[in-house]
C-alpha cells in the first residue's frame, strides 16, 4: 500500500513538474488563453466561435421576439464571439458593453468588417494598387484604411483577398493582385503588414484576414459561387503562394471559399484547413467560414443537414461561424453525443482567444471606441494625400500616338465626354461599406483645377441607370442616345477629346460576374461616333476588371487605364493627363481581344503545339484560334510613360549548384526620353525541361526604378533557391538540373534575353 502510495505521489509530484515546464514554455499570451479556456463552460467555449451580423440599432432598445431577441440574449450569455458590420464608436461601445459587463466571463467581441480599399477615405480598388506595382505605397495604403477602420471600432478587416485571378468575367478580381503568384504574393505580404503594422496591440492597426481559401479565383466561367475543377500542379504553384506568403507575414486569420475543389467545398476541406495551413505550413492564427458557408454545405450536396454541417466544418478547421448558426446551434450536442472531440473546440477557441489578447482587447475592450479619435483621424488631410499618391501610381499608359498626352496646360479647347468623368459615386468603386456615397472627386471637377485650357464638358450618355446600390444589380443604359448630339458638337470644336468611360463601380466586386467585356451599354457606339468627328481622342477607362477594347487598340489613339481610384480619383486623373504626374503602372492582368480567348494570361504553358509546322504555315493543327490571335491585346506587365526606357547589356552567370543555386543577373536601363520617369523593370525566367511542365515565362523579380531624363542605371537581380524551384504534384518543393532562360524588360512581352544552367 506504501509502495502504491510512493508511486502515486510521485507521478503527481512529475505530473506537476512537467506541467509547471509546459507552462514555462508557454507565451505570456498562450498562457492568459490556457487559464481562460479552463474556467469556460462548453456554451461559452462554443460561443466564441459564433459570429453575428450586426441585427438591430444597438443604441436603441433591446430587440424582442424572433431570431433577433434569441440573438440579443447570446450576446448577454457570452455566447457570441464576434460581429461584424457594427461601425461607429457609439454603436462598438454599446454592444461591446453587453458583453463585457454582462456576461459571465466578459470576454470582448472581436468587430469584423469588410475593408477591402479604404474605410471612409478610399484608396483604388486593390487590382488598380496592384497596378502600382509599388509595394510600399500599397503598405501604407492598407495602413490608412486600418487607422480609419481602428478609429471607427472596428479591429478586423475582411482582407486582404490573395485569390489569384485569371478570368476577367469573375467580378472580384477586382478585389486581388491579378493573375501572376509571384507578384500576388509580394503584394499580399504588403497588404498583411499594412494593416497589422508592426503592434497589433496598437490602437490604429487591425487584424487582416487571408482570403478565400482556396482557389475561389478559378471558378469555372468566371461565375460568382461556382464550382473549381484544377488539377495539383496549379493549386500549388498558382494559387497556394500568395496564401503562404500572408501565412508567414503573420496574418492573423484566414477565410475559407465558396467553391468547391476535388468535389469537396472548401468550408469542409480538411485537406485545405488542416493539412496544409494549420500543418504544413504552422498558421497559429484562426479560420473563419465566409457568409453562411457553413450552411451552404447542405445545399452542396456535402452535409445532409445543418448539423452535419457544422460537424464536418469544424472537424476540417473551420474555426468561427459566419452567419449560418451551426455552431451555437448544433455544436455543443455534438460534442457531448461523442460525435466530435471537445478538444476541437479547444483549438479553435485558443486560436481565436489569442488574436483578442494579441489585439489588446482583454487589457481595454473600448480601446477602439475612442470618439475625439474618430474624429481627427477620419478624412484626414494625411489619408487623403496618401490615396491621391496610390491613385496617380495605379493609371496605367496602355497606348499614346501621336502624343497626345500630357495635355498642353495653355491654349487648347478640351472636350470632356461621359457620363463616368462627371460622376463622383462609381470612381469609388465596389466594397466600400463604410465610405459615403458621392464623395469621389469627380475627372471634372479635377480638371476643372486647371484653367489654362478651355474645358467643355457634355454626358453623351448614361453607363448605368437609377440609384445603383452595392446589393442591387446594375441596370445598364442599352438604348437612351439622347444627348449624343451635345457630345459631338462638343467634340468638334475641340483640339482634343477626352472620353471617360467604362463600368459602374456597382459592375464589379461580389456577384458580378459578366460574360460581355466591353465597354457596357451604348457606350461603344458614342465612342465610334465622336471619333468620326474628331479622332484627336484621349480615352480614360475606369473598370474594375481588364476589358474587351479592341475597336478602341486599333483606333484611339491614347488610352489611360485609370480603374476606381476612390477618393482622389479626379484629381489623379487630371495630375497624369497633364503631365503634372509622369505614369508608371504596369498591368496586374492581361486584357483579352474578346471575351472568347478568356481566361488568358502571360505564364500559359506551350502545349505540344504551340506554333504551325515550320514547312506548312497554312496548317489549322496547332493551339491557336482560327479567327483571332491568341495573344492577348495588352499583355501582363505592359504601361508606357511619357518618357521612353531602353534596356541592354544583359548579364547573366552561366551556372550554379542546383542544390544552392545563386544566378546573379545585371541589366542597363536608360531614360532615353526628355523627361524623368519610373520605370518597373521585370525579370522573368523559364525552366525548359521539368518534371512537371513549366510555364513559358514565369516573373521572378521586378524593381521599380527612377530614372531622370538620359539617366542610366545598372539593375541587379539575384535567382536562388526560391525563385528558381517549383512545386511538384505531391506539394513537395523541388528544384531541377537544367537549362534555363532569363528575360528581362518592361513587360511580360519582353524578348532581351539569355540563359543558364543548373548542374
Same mark, same amino acid.
Given at each position: 500500500?506504501?509502495?502504491?502510495?510512493?508511486?502515486?505521489?510521485?507521478?503527481?509530484?512529475?505530473?506537476?513538474?512537467?506541467?509547471?515546464?509546459?507552462?514555462?514554455?508557454?507565451?505570456?499570451?498562450?498562457?492568459?488563453?490556457?487559464?481562460?479556456?479552463?474556467?469556460?463552460?462548453?456554451?461559452?467555449?462554443?460561443?466564441?466561435?459564433?459570429?453575428?451580423?450586426?441585427?438591430?440599432?444597438?443604441?436603441?432598445?433591446?430587440?424582442?421576439?424572433?431570431?433577433?431577441?434569441?440573438?440579443?440574449?447570446?450576446?448577454?450569455?457570452?455566447?457570441?464571439?464576434?460581429?461584424?458590420?457594427?461601425?461607429?464608436?457609439?454603436?462598438?461601445?454599446?454592444?461591446?458593453?453587453?458583453?463585457?459587463?454582462?456576461?459571465?466571463?466578459?470576454?470582448?467581441?472581436?468587430?469584423?468588417?469588410?475593408?477591402?480599399?479604404?474605410?471612409?477615405?478610399?484608396?483604388?480598388?486593390?487590382?488598380?494598387?496592384?497596378?502600382?506595382?509599388?509595394?510600399?505605397?500599397?503598405?501604407?495604403?492598407?495602413?490608412?484604411?486600418?487607422?480609419?477602420?481602428?478609429?471607427?471600432?472596428?479591429?478586423?478587416?475582411?482582407?486582404?483577398?490573395?485569390?489569384?485571378?485569371?478570368?476577367?468575367?469573375?467580378?472580384?478580381?477586382?478585389?486581388?493582385?491579378?493573375?501572376?503568384?509571384?507578384?500576388?504574393?509580394?503584394?499580399?505580404?504588403?497588404?498583411?503588414?499594412?494593416?497589422?503594422?508592426?503592434?497589433?496591440?496598437?490602437?490604429?492597426?487591425?487584424?487582416?484576414?487571408?482570403?478565400?481559401?482556396?482557389?475561389?479565383?478559378?471558378?469555372?466561367?468566371?461565375?460568382?459561387?461556382?464550382?473549381?475543377?484544377?488539377?495539383?500542379?496549379?493549386?500549388?504553384?498558382?494559387?497556394?503562394?500568395?496564401?503562404?506568403?500572408?501565412?508567414?507575414?503573420?496574418?492573423?486569420?484566414?477565410?475559407?471559399?465558396?467553391?468547391?475543389?476535388?468535389?469537396?467545398?472548401?468550408?469542409?476541406?480538411?485537406?485545405?484547413?488542416?493539412?496544409?495551413?494549420?500543418?504544413?505550413?504552422?498558421?497559429?492564427?484562426?479560420?473563419?467560414?465566409?457568409?453562411?458557408?457553413?450552411?451552404?454545405?447542405?445545399?452542396?450536396?456535402?452535409?445532409?443537414?445543418?448539423?452535419?454541417?457544422?460537424?464536418?466544418?469544424?472537424?476540417?478547421?473551420?474555426?468561427?461561424?459566419?452567419?449560418?448558426?451551426?455552431?451555437?446551434?448544433?455544436?455543443?450536442?455534438?460534442?457531448?453525443?461523442?460525435?466530435?472531440?471537445?478538444?476541437?473546440?479547444?483549438?479553435?477557441?485558443?486560436?481565436?482567444?489569442?488574436?483578442?489578447?494579441?489585439?489588446?482587447?482583454?487589457?481595454?475592450?473600448?480601446?477602439?471606441?475612442?470618439?475625439?479619435?474618430?474624429?481627427?483621424?477620419?478624412?484626414?488631410?494625411?489619408?487623403?494625400?496618401?490615396?491621391?499618391?496610390?491613385?496617380?501610381?495605379?493609371?496605367?499608359?496602355?497606348?499614346?500616338?501621336?502624343?497626345?498626352?500630357?495635355?498642353?496646360?495653355?491654349?487648347?479647347?478640351?472636350?470632356?465626354?461621359?457620363?463616368?468623368?462627371?460622376?463622383?459615386?462609381?470612381?469609388?468603386?465596389?466594397?466600400?461599406?463604410?465610405?459615403?456615397?458621392?464623395?469621389?472627386?469627380? $475627372?471634372?471637377?479635377?480638371?476643372?483645377?486647371?484653367?489654362?485650357?478651355?474645358?467643355?464638358?457634355?454626358?453623351?450618355?448614361?453607363?448605368?441607370?437609377?440609384?445603383?446600390?452595392?446589393?442591387?444589380?446594375?441596370?445598364?443604359?442599352?438604348?437612351?442616345?439622347?444627348?449624343?448630339?451635345?457630345?459631338?458638337?462638343?467634340?468638334?470644336?475641340?483640339?482634343?477629346?477626352?472620353?471617360?468611360?467604362?463600368?459602374?463601380?456597382?459592375?464589379?466586386?461580389?456577384?458580378?460576374?459578366?460574360?460581355?467585356?466591353?465597354?457596357?451599354?451604348?457606350?461603344?457606339?458614342?465612342?465610334?461616333?465622336?471619333?468620326? $468627328?474628331?479622332?484627336?481622342?484621349?480615352?480614360?477607362?475606369?473598370?474594375?476588371?481588364?476589358?474587351?477594347?479592341?475597336?478602341?487598340?486599333?483606333?484611339?489613339?491614347?488610352?489611360?487605364?485609370?480603374?476606381?481610384?476612390?477618393?482622389?480619383?479626379?484629381?489623379?486623373?487630371?495630375?497624369?493627363?497633364?503631365?503634372?504626374?509622369?505614369?508608371?503602372?504596369?498591368?496586374?492582368?492581361?486584357?483579352?481581344?474578346?471575351?472568347?480567348?478568356?481566361?488568358?494570361?502571360?505564364?500559359?504553358?506551350?502545349?505540344?503545339?504551340?506554333?504551325?509546322?515550320?514547312?506548312?504555315?497554312?496548317?489549322?493543327?496547332?493551339?491557336?484560334?482560327?479567327?483571332?490571335?491568341?495573344?492577348?491585346?495588352?499583355?501582363?506587365?505592359?504601361?508606357?510613360?511619357?518618357?521612353?526606357?531602353?534596356?541592354?547589356?544583359?548579364?547573366?552567370?552561366?551556372?550554379?549548384?542546383?542544390?544552392?543555386?545563386?544566378?546573379?543577373?545585371?541589366?542597363?536601363?536608360?531614360?532615353?526620353?526628355?523627361?524623368?520617369?519610373?520605370?518597373?523593370?521585370?525579370?522573368?525566367?523559364?525552366?525548359?525541361?521539368?518534371?512537371?511542365?513549366?510555364?513559358?515565362?514565369?516573373?521572378?523579380?521586378?524593381?521599380?526604378?527612377?530614372?531622370?531624363?538620359?539617366?542610366?542605371?545598372?539593375?541587379?537581380?539575384?535567382?536562388?533557391?526560391?525563385?528558381?524551384?517549383?512545386?511538384?504534384?505531391?506539394?513537395?518543393?523541388?528544384?531541377?538540373?537544367?537549362?534555363?532562360?532569363?528575360?528581362?524588360?518592361?513587360?511580360?512581352?519582353?524578348?532581351?534575353?539569355?540563359?543558364?544552367?543548373?548542374?
Amino acid at each position: 500500500m506504501k509502495k502504491l502510495l510512493f508511486f502515486a505521489v510521485l507521478t503527481f509530484f512529475i505530473s506537476c513538474k512537467n506541467t509547471s515546464a509546459q507552462k514555462e514554455n508557454l507565451s505570456e499570451i498562450d498562457q492568459k488563453v490556457a487559464d481562460l479556456l479552463a474556467k469556460m463552460t462548453l456554451e461559452e467555449k462554443v460561443g466564441q466561435m459564433n459570429q453575428y451580423n450586426g441585427f438591430w440599432n444597438v443604441t436603441g432598445p433591446a430587440p424582442e421576439g424572433g431570431n433577433a431577441e434569441k440573438k440579443y440574449e447570446d450576446l448577454r450569455k457570452g455566447y457570441v464571439g464576434s460581429m461584424l458590420n457594427v461601425r461607429g464608436v457609439e454603436n462598438v461601445r454599446a454592444v461591446q458593453k453587453i458583453v463585457v459587463e454582462e456576461s459571465r466571463l466578459g470576454i470582448p467581441l472581436i468587430i469584423g468588417s469588410d475593408v477591402i480599399h479604404g474605410y471612409k477615405t478610399l484608396a483604388p480598388i486593390p487590382l488598380a494598387e496592384a497596378a502600382s506595382w509599388d509595394l510600399e505605397a500599397i503598405k501604407t495604403s492598407s495602413g490608412v484604411a486600418a487607422a480609419e477602420a481602428a478609429a471607427t471600432g472596428v479591429n478586423w478587416t475582411f482582407a486582404p483577398n490573395v485569390d489569384i485571378g485569371r478570368d476577367a468575367r469573375w467580378g472580384r478580381v477586382m478585389e486581388g493582385a491579378g493573375e501572376d503568384p509571384y507578384l500576388g504574393a509580394k503584394i499580399a505580404t504588403a497588404r498583411v503588414t499594412g494593416f497589422q503594422g508592426d503592434d497589433l496591440s496598437a490602437v490604429n492597426t487591425i487584424a487582416a484576414c487571408a482570403k478565400h481559401f482556396a482557389a475561389y479565383g478559378f471558378s469555372e466561367s468566371g461565375k460568382e459561387y461556382n464550382t473549381v475543377d484544377i488539377g495539383t500542379s496549379t493549386l500549388y504553384n498558382m494559387v497556394l503562394p500568395p496564401f503562404k506568403a500572408a501565412s508567414d507575414a503573420g496574418v492573423k486569420t484566414f477565410m475559407n471559399s465558396f467553391n468547391e475543389l476535388n468535389g469537396i467545398p472548401a468550408t469542409a476541406d480538411k485537406f485545405l484547413q488542416r493539412d496544409i495551413l494549420k500543418g504544413k505550413w504552422g498558421f497559429e492564427g484562426f479560420v473563419i467560414s465566409d457568409w453562411a458557408s457553413i450552411g451552404e454545405l447542405v445545399v452542396w450536396g456535402h452535409a445532409a443537414d445543418l448539423k452535419d454541417a457544422a460537424k464536418k466544418a469544424v472537424t476540417a478547421g473551420s474555426d468561427m461561424d459566419m452567419e449560418a448558426n451551426a455552431y451555437i446551434d448544433h455544436l455543443v450536442q455534438l460534442v457531448k453525443g461523442g460525435e466530435i472531440d471537445e478538444s476541437l473546440i479547444d483549438d479553435a477557441v485558443s486560436r481565436i482567444l489569442k488574436v483578442k489578447y494579441e489585439l489588446g482587447l482583454f487589457d481595454d475592450p473600448y480601446k477602439y471606441c475612442d470618439a475625439e479619435r474618430e474624429k481627427t483621424v477620419i478624412g484626414s488631410k494625411a489619408h487623403n494625400d496618401a490615396v491621391l499618391d496610390m491613385a496617380k501610381k495605379s493609371i496605367v499608359l496602355l497606348k499614346n500616338e501621336n502624343n497626345l498626352l500630357p495635355l498642353k496646360k495653355e491654349g487648347q479647347k478640351i472636350g470632356l465626354i461621359g457620363a463616368l468623368a462627371n460622376d463622383k459615386n462609381s470612381p469609388l468603386g465596389s466594397w466600400r461599406i463604410g465610405s459615403d456615397d458621392n464623395t469621389a472627386v469627380s $475627372v471634372l471637377e479635377g480638371m476643372q483645377a486647371y484653367k489654362g485650357n478651355k474645358l467643355t464638358y457634355a454626358k453623351g450618355a448614361d453607363v448605368a441607370l437609377g440609384d445603383t446600390q452595392f446589393i442591387n444589380e446594375v441596370i445598364i443604359n442599352k438604348t437612351d442616345k439622347s444627348g449624343f448630339s451635345d457630345a459631338l458638337k462638343v467634340a468638334k470644336n475641340a483640339d482634343v477629346v477626352v472620353m471617360v468611360l467604362g463600368e459602374h463601380g456597382f459592375q464589379t466586386g461580389e456577384g458580378r460576374s459578366r460574360t460581355d467585356l466591353q465597354l457596357p451599354g451604348v457606350q461603344q457606339e458614342l465612342l465610334e461616333a465622336v471619333y468620326k $468627328v474628331n479622332p484627336n481622342i484621349v480615352l480614360v477607362l475606369n473598370n474594375g476588371r481588364p476589358l474587351a477594347i479592341s475597336w478602341a487598340a486599333e483606333n484611339i489613339p491614347t488610352i489611360v487605364e485609370a480603374w476606381h481610384l476612390g477618393t482622389q480619383t479626379g484629381n489623379a486623373v487630371a495630375q497624369v493627363l497633364y503631365g503634372d504626374y509622369n505614369p508608371s503602372g504596369k498591368l496586374p492582368m492581361s486584357f483579352p481581344r474578346n471575351v472568347g480567348q478568356v481566361p488568358i494570361y502571360y505564364n500559359y504553358k506551350n502545349t505540344g503545339r504551340p506554333d504551325p509546322y515550320p514547312d506548312n504555315a497554312q496548317m489549322v493543327f496547332w493551339s491557336h484560334f482560327t479567327d483571332v490571335e491568341k495573344t492577348p491585346l495588352f499583355p501582363f506587365g505592359h504601361g508606357l510613360s511619357y518618357t521612353e526606357f531602353a534596356y541592354s547589356n544583359l548579364k547573366v552567370d552561366d551556372s550554379s549548384n542546383a542544390s544552392n543555386p545563386k544566378i546573379n543577373v545585371s541589366v542597363n536601363v536608360t531614360n532615353t526620353g526628355k523627361v524623368d520617369g519610373k520605370e518597373v523593370v521585370q525579370l522573368y525566367i523559364r525552366d525548359l525541361v521539368g518534371s512537371v511542365t513549366r510555364p513559358v515565362k514565369e516573373l521572378k523579380g521586378f524593381e521599380l526604378i527612377s530614372l531622370k531624363a538620359g539617366e542610366s542605371k545598372t539593375i541587379n537581380f539575384t535567382l536562388d533557391k526560391e525563385t528558381l524551384g517549383f512545386y511538384n504534384n505531391n506539394g513537395e518543393f523541388i528544384i531541377e538540373q537544367g537549362d534555363f532562360k532569363v528575360f528581362v524588360g518592361g513587360s511580360s512581352n519582353t524578348s532581351l534575353e539569355s540563359d543558364f544552367k543548373l548542374n
